[in-house]
């Protein structure tokens, strides 16, 4: 490492610590962790109330290395040091004591001033487009000096979705076991789990595209996934066409414009709504959000199609209304395009 601090910040704790793990084995090298590393979690529920960890933070930034070349502080959970406690941390990395590595663990934004005033910055945050998924899986398989195809890696990343966190343990495992060896994704399978969740945007996306095998796929995913109960699926197409309906009858004729009605930040999104909206037209985006009230009023007791499956413990009646109410849509939306 060539910086004398490092902060490693995300909004997913288990994917903060797995990259704490990697950036604290390379910091140590061959070095005892009984000589050179001191591990601190700020606010520490063990410490009582008259200690002051920050206090003991910065002992150990400032106390040189004694039998070793250099030592590791590791300070976890730094996003809720106090604001004092923080001023003194960033102090010492402004003038960093010789011979000594701080790595920060920041679950959180990025805003975080730990986070700016780091030598190096670490984010573990992970975009949610397919194509982002695939190159997070690639690049921590490569990280792990695992030899996998790019159909095998988009297999694996088909299998977790939305789910990454679980990708390291995954990774760790497998070079543990196989080395660098070629794998299939037969080798891999065992140690993936069940199937993650996937984005919201996967299922919209399929919709506007009148992908209905596409939407389903996502809309059962989500279900299977117990990541989703079919209420906050329905949820999620309300929001969709409520922006569409948004913006019928609004004389919007930008995306700049459309933007600033649904309060989007990003003028492109906005001007795919826009688009999306006018394709599809008054009495189709009505339809649509009259199949969705339909279908919140059935999720809410209004029908029943039978329990759970007692094979896969899905609920039948929430999967069936899901799956009529995405394939309608994606219908709608494909006639919609042929116009």
């Not at 679980?166 to 060896?181: N, P, T, W």
Request: negative net charge; contains cysteine.
């Amino acid at each position: 490492m060539s910086s004398a601090s490092i902060c490693v910040v995300g909004t997913d704790a288990t994917m903060v610590y797995d990259a704490v793990h990697n950036v604290v084995a390379r910091s140590l090298g061959d070095l005892d962790p009984s000589l050179a590393l001191q591990d601190f979690t700020a606010k520490d529920v063990t410490t009582s109330a008259t200690e002051s960890i920050a206090s003991q933070i910065i002992e150990a930034l400032n106390t040189p290395p004694f039998l070793v070349d250099r030592r590791v502080v590791v300070v976890r959970d730094a996003q809720s040091l106090l604001a004092d406690e923080a001023a003194q941390v960033i102090g010492w990395m402004q003038a960093p004591a010789p011979g000594i590595i701080l790595v920060l663990a920041v679950v959180g934004p990025k805003s975080n001033k730990l986070v700016k005033a780091a030598g190096e910055v670490i984010e573990t945050n992970v975009g949610t487009r397919p194509p982002e998924r695939l190159a997070f899986v690639e690049a921590k398989m490569a990280e792990y000096n695992i030899t996998l195809s790019r159909d095998v890696a988009q297999q694996v990343t088909d299998v977790v979705g939305d789910d990454l966190a679980r990708i390291d343990s995954v990774a760790r495992s497998l070079s543990a076991i196989y080395g660098s060896a070629p794998l299939t994704f037969k080798h891999i399978e065992p140690y993936l789990g069940e199937a993650g969740d996937v984005a919201p945007w996967d299922l919209t996306a399929a919709i506007d595209k009148g992908n209905a095998t596409a939407a389903i796929i996502a809309a059962r995913r989500m279900l299977d996934s117990k990541g989703r109960a079919g209420l906050q699926v329905v949820n999620i197409l309300q929001r969709h066409f409520m922006q569409f309906m948004k913006l019928e009858g609004a004389a919007v004729a930008s995306q700049d414009e459309a933007a600033a009605l649904l309060g989007i930040t990003n003028a492109k999104s906005a001007g795919f709504v826009l688009q999306t909206a006018s394709r599809l037209g008054t009495d189709r985006i009505a339809m649509a959000m009259h199949w969705i009230t339909e279908a919140d009023l059935a999720l809410k007791g209004g029908v029943s199609y039978g329990g759970k499956d007692l094979n896969t413990d899905m609920d039948v009646t929430e999967l069936t209304v899901v799956e009529v109410l995405v394939a309608r849509l994606a219908k709608m939306s494909q006639g919609a395009r042929r116009r």
